[in-house]
Structures are given as structure tokens and as C-alpha cells.
């Protein structure tokens, strides 16, 4: 069983399909391996934003300026309760741990991305779990974390993690985060260069990661992606091809986006991202595609799968 589509298309001048729709609507009958995926946009409510900047990278912290006033308009205009702080990865010595800036109010001030002197390398790992384990009652770091809050850490970073490993595993490390306390929830997204995407991607698990141009826009919309209002969607299965279209469902209408012109593919996170568009808080993604072997990933929407 899965959810249809009203009928009644008509074009747009962009392209994209719209069509008025009643949700759910019935049934189709059966179909042969087809599975349909349901994502919801759901703005959260209060969100703690911790930077973690490596002050070496020079391209991301000369984007940060202009990135910040879209931020500013962003969290005005999607009224989230939020606040922010800052982490300087390369930190050594006493401030190393330490949040270095904090607010929550409009408009940011205008030296909260400064950095001292850098130290030996950029270690987020260990730089976090000093923050919040060993300098978890330091004055600057004892309250920035809401138990009513989601946290997100926005990694921005040219290289890999120099931590130490000191005995602890990657799964130890992303454990340890995953039940960070008091936060409700955790997430963590990541700006970097494309030489560095696939590991961090990796090391990072569920991490939004991102890379190009345009590097102001690229922090704007991973505060997006902090607030849940997300453009990069994984399948909760492994089609046999991408899904040559995507429903968004937004007050009992449907516009229907296309592969490659409106959204695309990544066969190695099996997840499609939008070009242009945002979904709505409170819209529905759908997407129908045919499965082959019923791999099954972590971490999606809701899935709906046909049998005979």
C-alpha cells in the first residue's frame, strides 16, 4: 500500500508540476518492489548552534562575514528561539575548550569569529569533548547547552581531524555524542573543501556535508539544515535507479520536481538534494522509486513498501 496523488496537473511557469491533492488519498493496489519514502519538514523550536572554526582555513573564515548576515535574516524570518557559540579547533593551552563567543540575540556582534594565535593543528573531536566533558563546569560552557534545545555543531574546516586517538574508536567518539547530555537532540553538519568530503562523511556519521563555492551561502544553509528546514534527503532504501522525480506537499498541494533539473543524486549517500528549493515547514517530500535488493539504511523518513 502506498499514498497517491489526487489528479489534476498543471504546469508552472518554471516547469515543475502542480497539482491539487488530498493526503492521503487511497490505495493503488499492489506493486512489485516499489517502495515509497515520506519526509516531513519540521521546524524545531530551540536549537543551540555551536561553530567549531578552524582559524587557519582562510577561504572559510573570509566567508563567515557576508554568511553571518544571512544567518541573522534566516533565524528572524523562521522565528526560532536559538543561540550560538563559537570554538576555535586550533585552540591550545587554556582557551583550548573553551567557548570563545556567545549570543542569541539579532544583530551578531562583530567580533565573534577573532582568533587568537592558532595551536598544533585543527583537533575537533577532542576539542568538543573537552568542551563538554573535561570544561564541561567552566564558566563559559556550563550553560550554554538547553535540555529543551536540539544541539548542532557546524564543523568549518579545510583538513582532517587531527585529535589524538587515545584509545577511543570513531564508534566510541560518535556514541559519546549521540548521548550527549542534556541536549535533546544531537546533529552535526560539516563546510569543507571536495578533497575532504568523502572523509569527513565518514567520520562524521549522519553529518550534512558540504563543500564549493560560494561558501557564505553554503553556512546559510546549514543553519537551515540546523533549524530542520533540510534540502538533502536519504532513501531508507537502495533504488535500482535514481528516482526520476520528487513531491513536495505543501497545504493539500503537490509540485513535482524533476531529476537533474530540479534536484540531484548522490548514489554514495543514496540521497537526493534540491537545486533551488526549500520545502516548507510543515510540507511532506514524497518519493516512489523500485528497489532490488531491499537494503535498508538508517536515519530516513517514513517508508511505505509494496509486496504482492
Known sequence: ???????????????????????????TGPLDNTVTDLFEQDLVNEVDILWMVDSDWDAGN?????????????????????????????????????????????????????????????????????????????????DFLRSSADLYVLVVTDRRDESSAGGVSDAQWNEWFTTLE??????????TVAAEEKYWKKLAVDADV?????????????ILDAIHLKTTFQLSQVPLKPPKKVEVI??????????????????????????????????????????GTGETLTGTGTTETTTP
Open 250 to 291: 505543501y497545504r493539500d498541494h503537490a509540485t513535482v520536481y524533476r531529476l537533474d533539473r530540479d534536484y540531484t543524486w548522490d548514489t554514495e549517500t543514496n540521497s537526493f538534494t534540491f537545486r533551488t528549493v526549500r520545502p516548507p515547514d510543515t510540507s511532506i517530500i514524497r518519493v516512489t522509486y523500485d528497489v
Open 1 to 27: 500500500m502506498w499514498l497517491v496523488l489526487a489528479i489534476g496537473c498543471s504546469g508552472n511557469d518554471d516547469g515543475s508540476t502542480h497539482s491539487a491533492v488530498t493526503v492521503p488519498t487511497g490505495d
Open 182 to 191: 542534556p541536549s535533546e537532540q544531537k546533529r552535526m553538519g560539516v563546510v
Open 210 to 222: 558540504r563543500y564549493g563555492a560560494g561558501l557564505d551561502k553554503i553556512y546559510d544553509d546549514m
Open 62 to 142: 573570509n566567508a563567515l562575514g557576508p554568511g553571518i548576515d544571512r544567518i541573522d535574516e534566516t533565524l528572524l524570518l523562521n522565528d526560532v528561539d536559538w543561540r550560538m557559540g563559537v570554538l576555535d579547533t586550533t585552540a591550545s593551552g587554556a582557551d583550548w575548550g573553551v567557548i570563545g563567543a556567545k549570543w542569541q540575540s539579532w544583530p551578531t556582534p562583530g567580533n565573534v569569529f577573532r582568533f587568537g594565535p592558532s595551536g598544533p593543528g585543527s583537533r575537533v573531536r577532542q576539542t568538543l569533548f573537552t568542551t563538554f566533558g573535561v570544561k564541561k563546569d567552566h564558566p563559559e560552557n556550563e
